[in-house]
């Protein structure tokens, strides 16, 4: 019975998903059948490399773009990812001659990755192609082209990428692990590349164990003068300062809120700090774990936490230098 008729007929979820995996896996051995010495080309080619391995994709095939960059990466092959439109416009100036691109495009027609590899080429830049169309415009450009080309997607109206975008990842895990052979990288390579031992402890103690307390905070009162605040923020270099009212949290004042205040024009020397803060700055408990912190930091981009204490009184700020150990742990290539 063909896949589309089982999903119409049969209603059971881990049914319907058995015939997704099947249709998946069909897919990864279509590929691995059609392997030939194009993919030892490929390692050849990326080992080679001089600079980066360049990685660009859209859509789906974007976001399997960027997990391979990541393991090719952390497996020893430098990469990282551009998004076609971003380079179009302007990023395209972080790839060098010595860098090599690796295109991803089901269709191999993709405006945005079409144009990208050709601006590319004429630096003298290689290029491979993952592709599932080997005559393509992208396929004719590149320098090799790896056929992952799939009988079938696993969406019942075969529209949805999901077998081709599985086989394309399979094949960047394959492309990263033979060139981490290749390389001869080690298990104390993988862990330079990993700080999961040192940062993972870290990360488990309580933001009180780590923050900087009151007297290294930098703060103000809601009445400061534009000095006041400019010398607070100078003297701890943290980019900020706080506003408070004995130990109650008021707000914050950033080197941006500076720049926006001074924009004004002249009256913002008139002004005070309850005038250029930012109220209901980002916080966290003390009890909480660093992990948290930066969990929020990440999610909100920014780099310090105003600690409150189970009184919701200001105990200190933890930084993200003091979550990633402010020396302790260092990250080497």
Not at 28 to 42: A, K, P, Q, W, Y
Not at 146 to 169: G, I, K, Q, W
Request: aromatic share 2%; net charge negative; charged share 25%.
């Amino acid at each position: 019975m063909r896949f589309q008729e089982i999903c119409k007929t049969d209603s059971r979820a881990v049914e319907i998903a058995r015939q997704v995996l099947e249709v998946e896996i069909e897919g990864i051995r279509s590929v691995m059948g059609r392997l030939d010495e194009n993919f030892d080309n490929t390692v050849d080619l990326l080992y080679s490399v001089r600079g980066r391995i360049i990685i660009t994709g859209i859509g789906k095939s974007g976001l399997i773009g960027r997990k391979i960059a990541a393991t090719l990466t952390s497996t020893g092959s430098p990469a990282i990812f551009l998004h076609p439109v971003e380079g179009l416009h302007g990023d395209l100036g972080i790839v060098g001659r010595d860098d090599a691109l690796l295109a991803i495009s089901n269709s191999g027609e993709t405006p945005e990755i079409t144009s990208v590899a050709a601006t590319i080429k004429k630096r003298g830049s290689r290029i491979v192609a993952i592709t599932g169309a080997t005559s393509s415009t992208l396929a004719r450009m590149a320098d090799v082209v790896l056929d992952c080309r799939v009988p079938r997607e696993a969406c019942p109206l075969n529209l949805a990428p999901t077998a081709s975008t599985t086989a394309v990842l399979s094949l960047g895990d394959a492309l990263a692990i033979s060139l981490m052979i290749r390389r001869g990288f080690r298990e104390q390579d993988f862990l330079r590349h990993h700080p999961a031992g040192s940062l993972g402890e870290r990360l488990n103690l309580k933001v009180k164990d780590i923050m900087l307390d009151r007297h290294a905070t930098p703060e103000v009162d809601e009445n400061a003068s534009l000095q006041e605040i400019l010398s607070s923020i100078s003297r701890q270099n943290l980019g900020f300062t706080l506003v408070t009212s004995g130990n109650r949290l008021l707000g914050i004042i950033t080197d941006g809120d500076l720049r926006r205040s001074l924009e004004r024009g002249p009256e913002v020397h008139e002004c005070c700090s309850k005038d250029i803060m930012t109220e209901n700055p980002m916080t966290i408990y003390e009890h909480r774990t660093a992990a948290e912190a930066l969990e929020i930091m990440e999610r909100k981009l920014i780099t310090a936490l105003a600690v409150l204490n189970e009184n919701r009184e200001l105990t200190g700020i933890v930084h993200l230098h003091d979550l990633l150990g402010r020396g302790e742990v260092k990250f080497t290539g």
